[in-house]
């Protein structure tokens, strides 16, 4: 997930809430994957006070994400690891295809994420599995996914964003301040 797919997404969001004319968020991606997070050649080309904006860019989107004043839900297909796992985790819910797999790879390439997944994963899922998940990089299939509370739903490919549409508006009807509180997190163990 490059920086200028960051200012993209945050764009959308002062769209949308600068219209008035909706109820809800439903982001999804192609049709191969969700997000494999962050670009490792963009990674890598930044240091010192550029990788510090980066990693405050990743911050700043998945905290509005996660107190937008609309339910937003991520219609995840096929891979959702990294920073997009991060952006997962700031939506109020997250609806997948059976097909869908989570993780964390960057213990294996010893990175620890810093858009807010090790508070978010730690609220979700408890201390010990979060730390699992970060720690191992293993790769979560759909239905444990779905087993453990990663996610909210399956669904078929056809129906997904149906399904995260539903979703949204099942979220509509509960306060949002028990959304926010279940999703806010700064980054950090």
């Not at 200028?4 to 109820?23: H, I, M, N, T």
């Amino acid at each position: 997930m490059s920086g200028a797919l960051l200012r993209e997404l945050d764009d959308l969001l002062d769209e949308v809430k600068g219209a008035g004319l909706f109820s809800g968020v439903v982001i999804a991606a192609n049709a191969r994957s969700f997000a494999t997070g962050a670009e490792i050649e963009e990674v890598a080309a930044v240091q010192g006070l550029r990788a510090r904006e980066f990693a405050e860019r990743g911050q700043s989107t998945c905290h509005r994400l996660a107190t937008f004043p609309l339910p937003v839900v991520a219609a995840i297909r096929g891979y959702c690891l990294g920073g997009g796992l991060d952006l997962a985790l700031a939506c109020h819910g997250r609806v997948a295809t059976y097909d869908a797999s989570f993780g964390h790879p960057g213990a294996a390439l010893g990175l620890v994420t810093g858009w807010g997944s090790t508070q978010r994963l730690s609220r979700l899922l408890g201390k010990a599995t979060a730390l699992q998940m970060l720690l191992t990089a293993e790769r979560i299939p759909a239905t444990q996914a779905l087993s453990m509370g990663l996610v909210d739903s399956l669904a078929s490919s056809r129906d997904l964003l149906d399904a995260a549409t539903q979703r949204a508006q099942a979220l509509r009807r509960v306060p949002l301040a028990r959304i926010f509180h279940r999703g806010f997190g700064r980054a950090g163990l």
